[in-house]
Structure formats: structure tokens, C-alpha cells
């Protein structure tokens, strides 16, 4: 689990460096006008779509396609989701960079995000522990393809982002939401 868990994180974490990297080259945000990164906030934080079920559902997505998917695709899914995910979180961490405004970056994240990206690096080792036990097998260094203990760790890692992605569902759609209220 230790070899999933640590790919899981340097692939979320490349994606946010390269995330922060392209927008410093092709970004299209008029960063001379706060007003257009508060805009987008706007969109993010719509009163209509921040519920609990609609934030839970579309990290529920999130959190089978690494999982699952990266079990059914030999981790490639889990690679390309990992990565996408870093990079949209890089993207808007270069945007409140640019306009001198971490703070509030952190203050809309931290909340929520210190379960929420926990939750995808989980997810994302669990996507990679099916394709990485039979990566093992095929290199004669297990004798079985998937041992029971293999399928009850990888449920496991999925059930464990599942509850955590609950909780940071819960805390962006009553605490995070307020905070973003607050600074609108």
C-alpha cells in the first residue's frame, strides 16, 4: 500500500506544479481585474449547485473513477485523474497567487480540502493497488494474482476516501460556503 499511496501523491502533486507552471504560460484570466477571479469564485460557490448531495456526488465520481477505474484500466485512469485533479487545483492556486491573495485561497481550501485531497490520494492508491498486485504476480515475486487480503485492502482504501470525501462534502457545503458568502 506504502508504493500505491506515495505514487498516488507525487502524480496529484506534479499535476498542481504543472497546473501552476501552465498558468504562468497561457493563462486566460484578466488578472489585472480581481473582479474575474471573484467571478469565477461566483460560479464555483453558485448557491444552486454548493448542496451536500451535489458535492458529494460529483467527489463520489471522482473518488470510483480513481478507484475503480484505475483498477479496470491498469492505472491509467487513476494516473490521467490524479494529474487533471492536481492541475485544476494548481491553476487556481496561480490565480490567487497572481493576484497576491493566498489567504483567501487557503481560507476557501483548508477547510474542506484537508479531507478532500487526503481522499484522492487514497482513492488514487486505490486505483493503482489491483494493476500494481498483478504487476508483482506477473514478476514471480507473489504466487497468486489477487489474494483476499489484496481485494480487502483495496476496498478498504476505497471506503476510506469515500468517508472522507463525505466529511469534506460536509464541511464545503455548510463552513466553506459560509466563508465564501463572507468574502462575496
Known sequence: MRHTMILSFLLFT????????????????????????LGLLD????MNRVTFANIFVNNLKVVLLLSFGGALTFGGLTLLNLVANGVNLGTLFYDFLIIRDIKTFLILLLPHGIFEIPAIVVA??????????????????????ISEEDAKEFF???????????????????????????LG
Open 43 to 46: 460560479q464555483e460557490f453558485n
Open 124 to 145: 488514487g492508491a486505490a486505483g493503482f493497488k489491483i494493476p500494481y498486485e498483478l504487476l508483482r504476480f506477473v514478476l514471480g515475486r507473489k504466487g497468486e494474482i
Open 14 to 37: 506534479m499535476g498542481f506544479v504543472l497546473g501552476v507552471s501552465l498558468s504562468s504560460h497561457y493563462s486566460t484570466t484578466d488578472y489585472a481585474n480581481p473582479e474575474s477571479i
Open 156 to 182: 478498504k482504501l476505497v471506503a476510506i476516501s469515500v468517508i472522507m470525501i463525505l466529511i469534506a462534502a460536509l464541511i464545503e457545503s455548510t463552513v466553506t460556503l459560509k466563508i465564501a458568502e463572507g
